[in-house]
């Protein structure tokens, strides 16, 4: 249905069959937003999750290599070389997991936070208002239907003006819930966008942080250090493959 | 115990008490590695996981957001821009978790490759071949007790020869199977450092790949985007400020 952007607030008082078809279709486009914006939500949720869990297991990886040095090795012999190297290997994982926990919190605040507002506070408050207006439409139905059995009978003027007076107040009640809810309806239109791209931005400008974070200042340092580090395992290999030479000829 | 680099296997044909002793050190030096590398593999795991998670979730939201074009929303109205836009976002997240994928790929075939192997065929041979020479020492301790039990007595030559056959035979291999136990312990002194460099040097290189990835594709190509959006963000953030201010004056 193109071209509508809003419910005519105006019409509430009226109540006509044509304004409760229009309030259907908006009814049916939150549904639809809400959906869709808890498929959004779960899926966010994964990313945040699955990054916090990355930026733990980096960093418990860079703890254990730490650790390497206090282990029991009753054979340490020549592990000075080693033991430097794992050091510089958990310094620069270390970082890394800095960087990824970094990442975690702009995605908690950026991304996770904008969206589970939008789910717990707009689209909850739509469910409340909607509860609260039908409340007040029973209401309204039940005072018009004793309303309408009294004019049948002939009752004393005590009881037909404390009808009249509950068919005036459930009626006031009603179009102003009614009012508050085609304004929570129409302003909706146009938090479901902002809703939908601003967790994005958020998720995009911690990713282009992130790459920043790491490019600028590891990759280089990193890059020097396996150099290094490259010299030193070629040492280890070739000291092995003599071993296994030597074990050869042993045989 | 510094010095010691391997278990000397021209002894293993005298089988000291001194060579048992230096075997035990051996046996408890591989035990702390085999421990040791358990919790490094453990900790690399979870980091292959963690990043395939990621991965996962990444390519989940892109498909998501490619699907806002097919939702059924009654009221699409002028959502031409906010559908594009979406389908943008779409496109550059597809792109990150392309490189996740790439990252991931990396990490099994760099990381947690060589470590399970290290872990499953070394480590498992070492056990294997521990318990091939205890159960070949076991039948040598129970050929030399029928041997010292026979001396005592005076059995037939038949027997005699018998016992000795199984002493000379139980020995022989118990000397083979005692050498290539040595030969793996002293293989093992060597491999363990290539065993713990080579997962470290497979993670960091996929890191730096994909840190290289990321920032040289993506994100100039990213940064151009999210200044359009903003644009496009800060239209949605005005129009949405005008109607709160509208629905005010309308109360």
Redesign the interface.
Known sequence: ?????KLP?EETLEDSPQTRSLLG??E??TA??SS?CQ??FQ??Q??Y???N??S???H??SK??KE?EI????????DEV?SS??QH?AK??DE?SSCHAVLSTQLADAMVFPITQFKERDLKEILTLKEVFQISSNDHDVAINRYSRLSKRRDNEKVKSEVMEDVYTSRKKQHQTMMHYF?AL??L???K??A???P??G???A??NF??L??EN??QQ??D??TN??T??QK??K??NM??VY?DT?Y
């Not at 282990?71 to 020549?78: E, I, K, W």
């Open positions: 249905m193109p071209g509508i952007d607030i279709v908006f049916e486009d639809a937003i869709y498929q959004l899926a966010m994964r990313i999750h699955a990054q869990e990355l733990t297991a980096t418990l990886t254990l290599l390497y282990q029991h090795f009753p054979l340490r012999g020549d080693m190297t794992l290997f620069v994982i890394l304004t129409n302003t239109q146009y938090k966008k902002i939908l791209l601003e994005l931005l998720y995009m400008q990713q282009i790459f920043k790491g490019s590891l990759t990193w890059e250090f396996l580090i490259g030193s395992v280890c290999i000291h092995y071993h296994i074990n042993c």
